[in-house]
Antibody
Framework: EVQLLESGGNLVQPGGSLRLSCAAS????????MSWVRQAPGKGLEWVAA????????YFADSVKGRFSISRDDSKNTVFVQMNSLRADDAAVYYC?????????????WGQGALVTVSS | DIQMTQSPSTLSASVGDRVTITCRAS??????LAWYQQKPGKAPKLLIY???NLASEVPSWFSGSGSGTEFTLTIGSLQPDDFATYYC????????FGQGTRVEIK
């Protein structure tokens, strides 16, 4: 059974930093690209970042480019998102999602989410 | 950037009703379109990929159609467990979601 478990959500002040982790199990982690998708309170879904299966290539939404980074540790079956210079509009539930393999990948499994609150 | 527009934003329906949600892309995305279901406080769940392919263990009364810029999600006979918010998402170029359609009890 595919499982994705996020951790690291917390309250952080504007301008601060936070790192979220997503531990994966139930599949061969190194075969899959991984992604983060967020949802602000009462709002829709917004893709944030993705990392290729090899870890060599990363992708970011314009809204987080230059502030967020994404990485993976295949030895620990874990993907991370490092969030710097956090702003009030970064507050959201952050979901880790697996990208289904293929030339046009889509999100096939999701974690339960980690809540990030940005407030002074 | 490709924009996705869903209609309606909210839909009131009864158990047993046939429900259709429309999703339009701002440019052609071929059939690289997925649909997700989300219940309050839960993660989204994949329902349909490649516009019309049912994901694993998704009930057969869900169906999807369309290509290019116009897509539909149809719930053939609405069940109590189907009251939720539904999102379309294009994956032709990066990933973009529609704003969601909330299906509520009439």
């Amino acid at each position: 059974e595919v499982q994705l478990l996020e951790s690291g959500g917390n309250l952080v002040q504007p301008g601060g930093s936070l790192r979220l982790s997503c531990a994966a199990s139930g599949f061969t982690f190194s075969d899959y690209a991984m992604s983060w998708v967020r949802q602000a309170p009462g709002k829709g879904l917004e893709w944030v970042a993705a990392v290729s299966a090899s870890g060599q290539t990363t992708y970011f939404a314009d809204s987080v480019k230059g502030r967020f980074s994404i990485s993976r540790d295949d030895s620990k079956n874990t993907v991370f998102v490092q969030m710097n210079s956090l702003r009030a509009d970064d507050a959201a539930v952050y979901y880790c999602a697996r990208l289904y393999s293929g030339n046009y990948p889509f999100f096939d499994y999701w974690g339960q989410g980690a809540l990030v609150t940005v407030s002074s | 950037d490709i924009q996705m527009t869903q209609s309606p934003s909210t839909l009131s329906a009864s158990v047993g009703d046939r429900v259709t949600i429309t999703c339009r892309a701002s440019q052609s995305i071929s059939n690289y379109l997925a649909w997700y279901q989300q219940k309050p406080g839960k993660a989204p769940k994949l329902l349909i990929y490649r516009a019309s392919n049912l994901a694993s263990e998704v009930p057969s009364w869900f169906s999807g159609s369309g290509s290019g810029t116009e897509f539909t999600l149809t719930i053939g006979s609405l069940q109590p467990d189907d009251f939720a918010t539904y999102y379309c998402q294009q994956y032709h170029t990066s990933w973009t979601f529609g704003q969601g359609t909330r299906v509520e009890i009439k």
